[in-house]
């Protein structure tokens, strides 16, 4: 069993859709729990983090974490064509910082 | 561009050979990570430096993979005699005190094919 468990999608939504992004974990230890997204051939980009269980919102970006049930959430509001990429949830581990990947779900935002 | 540069974006490579990929940080960023991500897979953990120390390395970096960081600046990671199985992106993130590290940058991957 991984560490991280993401749907990989693809998961397709019209625009200005609300889009619900998902993971689930094992290791009760993570402390701060990263979202990047990732474009096409390109490295992946911080959108936001939480630190421990609780809410984040940044723009149209939510994040939020229950670590009683071990589970992720990111949250897009009114979606846009320029959101389609694939979606990472990252948890890290110790002070190394270390990031422990989910695969990713790929988001298709159509106009 | 102040962000986190990688050299070169691609690299093809006849199986067997070596193959050496730069990564330059973040300024002042002081801890530098290395991840493989290979197609449909998030990135995987390979090893970090702390200015010039190697702190951590992963089961997945074999005897034929070496990384460096000798003046805790510029980072270079090495692959002995290239597997096709070593084919994927290779990303390096870079991450600063002054967030505690906990916000880590990407570059944008070198790309590498072992044919």
């Known amino acids: 069993q991984k560490e991280v468990e993401q749907d990989p999608g693809p998961l397709s939504v019209p625009e200005g859709a609300i889009v619900s992004l998902n993971c689930t974990y094992s290791?009760?230890?993570?402390?701060?729990f990263m979202w990047y997204r990732q474009y096409s051939r390109k490295g992946p980009e911080l959108l936001m983090y939480t630190y421990s269980s609780g809410n984040k919102e940044d723009g149209r970006f939510t994040a939020q974490v229950d670590k009683s049930s071990k589970y992720i959430s990111l949250f897009i509001r009114d979606s846009q064509p320029s959101d389609s990429a694939t979606y990472l949830c990252a948890p890290t581990l110790d002070s190394s910082y270390k990031l422990i990947f989910g695969s990713g779900t790929r988001l298709l935002v159509r106009p | 561009d102040t962000g986190v540069s990688q050299n070169p974006r691609h690299k093809i490579t006849k199986r067997g050979q070596n193959v050496t990929f730069r990564c330059d940080p973040i300024?002042?960023?002081?801890?530098l990570y290395w991840y493989r991500q290979t197609l449909g897979q998030g990135p995987e953990f390979l090893t970090y430096f702390q200015n010039e120390a190697q702190l951590e390395k992963s089961r997945l970096l074999s005897d034929r993979f070496s990384a460096e960081r000798p003046k805790g600046s510029f980072s270079t990671l090495e692959i002995q005699r290239t597997e096709q199985g070593d084919s994927a992106m290779y990303l390096c993130a870079s991450s600063s005190p002054s967030t505690g590290y906990s916000e880590a940058f990407f570059g944008q991957g070198t790309r590498l094919t072992v044919v």
């Open positions: 290791n009760s230890a993570f402390q701060y």
């Open positions: 300024s002042e960023h002081n801890r």
